[in-house]
């Protein structure tokens, strides 16, 4: 077996046995894949795929159908399985919560596991960009738009617990 696939199986492994409840071995083999595909072109040094699952992890449990989505005056989370608009806009989708706005097609896009990455790819690089490189400034524009970055999302922490669990998934096991 190649390092490269050791290490990519290594990784699977650590998911699955991270978040049991929430993905299978094959599951976790589908996001690892993925994950790594996006994340080449993510705009961090190291820990891209980490990043990328710890994420998703944080945002949907790996649910590519989550949505946010309005619903009267309160904001909504969850699965959304129907392939009608949930609520009103603008919608949040896929296992990142990526930005749809108010294009409930590009929403159902984001189900697709690999695009779901993919822009989330794209829409970290903007915080990247945004926030000269760093990474839990970005996770925190992430979550809550502009002010995340100069707030720490209202001192929620956000960005600092997502990159804690991506270290966490780094960590070599120990038995």
Avoid at 139 to 161: D, F, S, W
Wanted: positive net charge.
């Amino acid at each position: 077996m190649s390092l490269v696939l050791m290490i990519a199986f290594a990784l699977t492994s650590r998911v699955a046995e991270l978040w049991p409840r929430d993905l299978d071995a094959d599951s976790a083999a589908i996001h690892v894949q993925a994950a790594e595909q996006a994340g080449k072109n993510l705009h961090v040094k190291e820990g891209a795929t980490e990043l990328l699952l710890a994420l998703a992890w944080t945002e949907s449990r790996f649910d590519p159908t989550a949505t946010s989505r309005k619903v009267g005056a309160k904001r909504k989370v969850g699965s959304w399985r129907s392939t009608s608009p949930a609520g009103q806009g603008p919608w949040f989708c896929g296992v990142v919560q990526t930005m749809a706005y108010y294009d409930w097609n590009k929403c159902l896009e984001m189900r697709d596991i690999s695009k779901g990455y993919k822009a989330g790819v794209e829409e970290l690089n903007y915080w990247l960009d945004k926030t000269h490189g760093n990474v839990i400034q970005a996770l925190n524009g992430h979550q809550c738009g502009n002010i995340g970055p100069t707030t720490a999302c209202g001192g929620k922490g956000y960005g600092a617990r997502v990159f804690a669990l991506a270290q966490k998934l780094k960590r070599r096991p120990t038995s």
